[in-house]
């Protein structure tokens, strides 16, 4: 059964570096999508992508992060200069129409 | 701000017992999705409704959206332990790119 794949599964690193999370979502989908989870809470829509632009952001969704989808297969989330309160788990979910958004395993987000 | 409560958030039961958990919410929801995940994992899409009144059952779990499509509930029948874990409701806005907006997550205790 076809799913969507996050790498890496864990990356830590220090305040004010550049991290980029990357999505391979489900093949024939159109849709992908950014939430993160931080530790205890619930899960937050960062941003939504559609026909190689953004369609949706969050107020979470600041100057900082950015998206791309660089090559047919690809989906990544860059966070220019990471802040502590980022820490938490990013899942990248994708959808081919309508409804159903399926998503990955996450990557864990440790910034120290 | 739309949001969804989910009660309750805590539920410890033994083997065999039957449970509802509820999602509820001030508003309409063009469709209401029901995720499980599992400690450090990406949530699993269990269901999809969308009709109001729509009531689905997968196995042992049935899943009711309201009538006004602002709410939704999720009964288990003899629950087994490897129930155990957090369910999540979550509402999908209109327009086929909306994100999704979560709900405040049920953690499940399904003992021997």
């Known amino acids: 059964e076809p799913e969507v794949t996050q790498t890496p599964s864990h990356q830590v690193t220090q305040m004010g570096q550049e991290v980029i999370l990357r999505c391979v979502p489900i093949?024939?989908?159109?849709?992908f999508y950014w939430y993160r989870q931080i530790l205890g809470q619930k899960v937050e829509f960062l941003v939504s992508?559609?026909?190689?632009?953004?369609?949706?952001k969050s107020e979470i969704f600041d100057d900082q992060f950015s998206v791309e989808r660089p090559d047919g297969s690809n989906f990544t989330l860059k966070i220019r200069s990471t802040k502590l309160e980022d820490s938490a788990m990013y899942f990248c979910?994708?959808?081919?129409?309508?409804?159903?958004?399926?998503f990955g395993p996450g990557t864990r987000l440790t910034v120290t | 701000t739309q949001l969804l409560e989910q009660s309750p958030q805590f539920l410890s039961i033994q083997e065999g017992e039957n449970l509802t958990v509820y999602c509820n919410s001030s508003?309409?929801?063009?469709?209401l999705q029901w995720y499980r995940q599992e400690p450090g994992e990406g949530p699993v899409l269990l269901v999809t409704?969308?009709?109001?009144?729509e009531v689905k059952k997968l196995k042992r779990l049935t899943f009711q959206f309201g009538d006004a499509r602002k709410d939704s509930s999720l009964h288990i029948t003899a629950a087994q332990p490897g129930d155990t874990g957090l369910y999540l409701c979550?509402?999908?806005?209109?327009?086929?790119?909306?994100?999704?907006?979560f709900g405040t997550g049920t953690r499940l205790q399904v003992t021997l």
């Open positions: 992508f559609y026909n190689n632009e953004i369609s949706e």
């Open positions: 409704v969308v009709t109001g009144g």
């Open positions: 508003s309409v929801f063009s469709s």
């Open positions: 979550a509402g999908l806005n209109t327009g086929t790119a909306s994100k999704l907006t």
């Open positions: 979910a994708s959808k081919l129409s309508s409804y159903e958004q399926y």
């Open positions: 093949s024939n989908h159109l849709y």
